[in-house]
């Protein structure tokens, strides 16, 4: 680390008729022996959590009858019944055949999200393991390791 991904053409977007740029990262979902194919992983500062379609819940064996937590978010311009699981995620350098990172944290399923290869990247579960610095000027994100932000600028908040 640090881990630089440069922005992808978001396929589903257009701005103004032009390509729209976005911080994507590859990574995986995996619930004990079952894991998904490579993903899309959107990073984004104003998503709360990581989210997810629940057909991945599925594909993962996650019963979201047995969930962790429910809430009703905002997702797309509908409102939605979101559960939660704690289950890993794995974030690779490049492709997946490449050593990865992979931690737990809670993932909201969303039902009838049809996005079945795109998850949100979010405050918890993912902003708060890294320190991410993104660049639109660049067209590129740096993900390090959490502790990065301190060491470069000091502790800002104490707790």
């Known amino acids: 680390m640090p881990w630089l991904y440069p922005y992808q053409e978001d396929p589903s977007s257009?701005?103004?008729g032009?390509?729209?740029?976005?911080?994507?990262?590859?990574?995986?979902l995996a619930n004990g022996d079952q894991t998904t194919f490579?993903?899309?992983?959107?990073?984004?500062?104003?998503?709360?959590?990581?989210?997810?379609?629940?057909?991945?819940?599925?594909?993962?064996g996650i019963d979201l009858d047995d969930h962790d937590g429910e809430t009703t978010l905002g997702v797309g311009g509908h409102v939605a019944a979101v559960r939660y699981k704690t289950i890993s995620i794995r974030l690779y350098p490049?492709?997946?055949d490449d050593p990865h990172i992979e931690w737990q944290a809670p993932v909201g399923f969303i039902p009838n999200w049809h996005s079945y290869g795109f998850v949100l990247l979010g405050s918890v579960g993912f902003l708060d393991q890294f320190?991410?610095?993104?660049?639109r000027f660049?067209?590129?994100?740096?993900?390090e390791h959490r502790d990065a932000f301190d060491d470069r600028f000091g502790a800002v908040l104490v707790t």
């Open 138 to 143: 660049a067209q590129a994100v740096a993900v």
């Open 18 to 28: 032009e390509p729209l740029y976005r911080p994507f990262v590859p990574i995986a």
């Open 131 to 135: 320190t991410v610095t993104a660049s």
């Open 38 to 60: 490579q993903l899309t992983g959107l990073i984004d500062t104003g998503a709360d959590s990581v989210l997810a379609s629940d057909y991945l819940a599925d594909q993962l």
């Open 14 to 16: 257009l701005r103004l």
């Open 94 to 96: 490049k492709g997946e």
